[in-house]
């Protein structure tokens, strides 16, 4: 190898060598918060304060799982269904009406179309904390505080899925296929259910994924909005459980065992539906 080669060579080995260094740190930095939450699942109470956490002594997974959905009644069950039913329900539902819009906004022509959809993208950028008092008043007038609905309702419309949703029909759903179906007779609902809707498939899945994680880790709607017990979702169980345990030390065991229990839902959902998120997020770019 010449001179000229191996100087060329160097700057090319030592980027990568930084590369890989930036990578690794970043690795590091997302997993061992998720593996210290992991061993720390299967200390007792005692052994969390001592300095044998990394240890795989005093293994004690099973009976804190018990302890965990024993407590308070069996609150923690309740809670993690709750969870469920906001996240899931309220992501599928939110997931079609967000595409639903997203297809609107690009494939029909309306008056006032683009500025409408302006206040949509201004709309991504108000931070949900914001929106909280103005729902709760909304909720107030209604009658709905403290229930169901006044945490559901809230968590169907995402600005942030309709932008993704208009990006996903330019992408997936090309003109001359509507043309073609409207003129062998579909409607405008026969052509978007039957034909666009499962071209849309990945980036239903992909705005799906979205609402999930942050429905699922929603936390300071339900704190305004819900005062029984009973409705919490997880986020905000594990924080009250939590607030407690200073003053009852019994709740750190379980606080610990249900965050890890919490992650997994989002973490199945990712694994499953990872193939048709991922080829959703290239929609925009090979559009």
Do not use: C
């Not at 001592?50 to 069950?77: E, H, P, R, T, W």
């Not at 729902?135 to 932008?163: M, R």
């Amino acid at each position: 190898m010449s001179t000229t080669d191996s100087r060329l060579l160097r700057p090319r080995l030592l980027g990568r060598a930084t590369v890989n260094v930036v990578v690794t740190i970043s690795v590091l930095y997302t997993l061992l918060p998720v593996l210290w939450l992991a061993l720390a699942a299967t200390k007792s109470r005692d052994a969390l304060f001592s300095s044998s956490i990394l240890s795989f002594s005093d293994f004690s997974l099973v009976q804190n799982v018990k302890d965990l959905f024993a407590m308070d009644g069996g609150l923690y069950g309740r809670w993690y269904g709750n969870s469920l039913l906001y996240a899931v329900l309220g992501a599928a539902l939110g997931a079609l009406i967000s595409v639903a819009a997203g297809y609107a906004f690009d494939k029909y022509a309306f008056r006032h179309k683009e500025k409408l959809f302006g206040l949509v993208l201004a709309a991504v950028m108000v931070p949900q904390t914001v929106l909280a008092l103005p729902l709760y008043l909304l909720a107030s007038q209604t009658g709905v505080v403290n229930t169901f609905w006044s945490v559901f309702i809230p968590v169907l419309f995402n600005p942030f899925g309709v932008y993704l949703g208009r990006i996903f029909a330019q992408g997936y759903v090309p003109n001359e296929v509507l043309e073609a179906a409207r003129v062998d007779g579909a409607g405008e609902l026969a052509t978007y259910f039957k034909v666009a809707l499962r071209m849309l498939g990945p980036g239903l899945v992909t705005v799906f994924l979205f609402q999930l994680t942050t429905i699922w880790n929603n936390f300071f709607l339900p704190m305004v909005m819900l005062s029984n017990q009973k409705l919490y979702p997880v986020s905000l169980g594990l924080y009250q459980w939590n607030s407690q345990a200073s003053v009852s030390p019994e709740y750190y065991p379980v606080v610990i065992m249900g965050s890890l229990l919490a992650v997994l839902p989002l973490i199945l959902a990712f694994v499953l539906l990872q193939r048709f998120w991922r080829s959703g997020l290239t929609a925009g770019a090979v559009k």
